[in-house]
């Protein structure tokens, strides 16, 4: 009797590489962990993200099912080994996908006359995301994708040649397997190249016209590091960028122009790395290179991040006065309003605590007894109220036919706890504490025997 064994989408501990597949064979390990564990779960969630509840069978199956040949027939070739269907056109502002992009996609690819999906990437509930130029998927897909444009539809038949080449994977996969390749681009974003300064030979490092592009393309690297979260080697990027470029030798006013419109832009990323990284001195340092470069008329977003570092700072006053600058130039930013609501909320308080400082510092001996007493007379009759409740509660629960009740320890004060414990002695109760959970109190009766 042959075993029978279930079939599913499984994650692996180390990325198995299509290349090596392909070329000399790969191990690889199965991770049999909770898939579900809350920990791998994305936190960088887009609003243009599907969900898994929101993927409906239909459009799972595959668009055609009859042979390969009769569907090449509908289809334009793009090459020799890829024939390509457009079913929704994209927008063609950017172009097609380039190398050097990070691109996101939805896809699902089947095999000739089979009508589910041998791999999609709507099964796993989620868009796919890969660099270009970077050999981490299958030749044909990447092939296939840079002739797409943003926001386009289109189906592929991609020759085995440009996928599992002539062994295949077998059962999977078989030998010389042709796929019909269902994809949507939902966008991309240029990425730049993290080596692109360090490959600037020496002799060329002071010409502004090798050395822009370079720290263009560093600033692309460090927007996508931003996208990720990779906010140290952002700033590492927009920082060695910044230093390339004034390095430089200018040769006109032109050259000027171009350099000093690109360190505004990077010295303005950099404040907001060094927020993200809770740095807001040096925050306040790249400021003062922007308000030079700039002729003191820094951004709105400037000011935004100035605002937030002063206010970490303790600067408060000057904090609102950069948001307060900040708004006027966008009135409508609700951001910005917060933000000022924000500050207006500590300043009174930080005023409030100094008046109260010097109060107590010039009061007499006789006024600090008086406040002192009024403070405590306040203090024994909230203590009383307290006392008076609980005393009911404990009289109403002994009343009662229940035996123990579930309390809350974060619903108390220290002071009121002890009072409850004081109190429930003198009723023969006791209460106890969880030692699983040190949030969840029981008081009970005790046993009279």
Known sequence: MEEEYQSGANLLKEPLSFAEL?????????????????????????????????????????????????LRELMTPIGEHIYKRITRAGIKDQGPVPEKARVSLRYSAYWEGQSAPFDSSMLRGTKFEFETGSNKVLEGLEAAV????????????????????????????????????????????????????ENIAPEDRTKFSIVYPKAQDMHLHGKDCVK??????????????????NYCRLADDKDELKQRELLITLYTNVMFCNNKLS????????????RHLTQNKPSC?????????????????????AFVQAQAKEPNNKEISEEIIKMEQRVSKYKQSIREIWTRALSTPQEKQKEETVE??????????????????????????????????????????????????????????????????????????
């Open 22 to 70: 392909i070329e000399g064979g790969a191990q690889f390990e199965v991770d049999t962990a909770d898939v579900n564990n809350p920990l791998y779960e994305d936190i960088n969630v887009e609003d243009d993200e599907v969900g898994e509840e929101e993927i409906e069978n239909e459009a799972l199956i595959s668009p055609w099912t009859r042979s390969f040949d009769e």
């Open 146 to 197: 840079r002739t797409m444009c943003a926001y386009e539809q289109a189906e592929f038949i991609i020759s085995y040649k440009l996928l599992f080449h002539e062994l295949g994977c077998p059962p999977r996969i078989k030998p010389k397997a042709d796929g019909l390749f269902k994809i949507e681009v939902i966008g991309f974003t240029l990425i730049g190249d993290q080596q692109s300064l």
């Open 228 to 245: 990720r979260g990779l906010y140290r080697n952002a700033l590492g990027a927009f920082e060695n960028a910044i230093t390339s470029l």
């Open 279 to 290: 740095r807001p001195a040096k925050v306040c340092i790249a400021m003062r290179a922007l």
């Open 301 to 321: 977003k400037a000011l935004f991040h100035e605002g937030r570092a002063l206010a970490a700072l303790g600067e408060y006053e000057r904090a609102r006065e």
């Open 376 to 449: 405590n007379t306040e203090e024994n009759t909230a203590n009383q109220q307290v006392k008076r409740d609980f005393q009911a509660q404990l009289e109403e629960f002994d009343k009662s036919a229940l035996q123990s009740i579930q309390l809350s320890r974060k619903g108390y004060t220290d002071k009121e706890f002890d009072v409850l414990r004081l109190l429930a002695t003198q009723h023969s109760m006791k209460v106890s504490m969880s030692p699983l959970d040190v949030d969840r109190l029981t008081l009970s009766k005790l046993s009279i025997n």
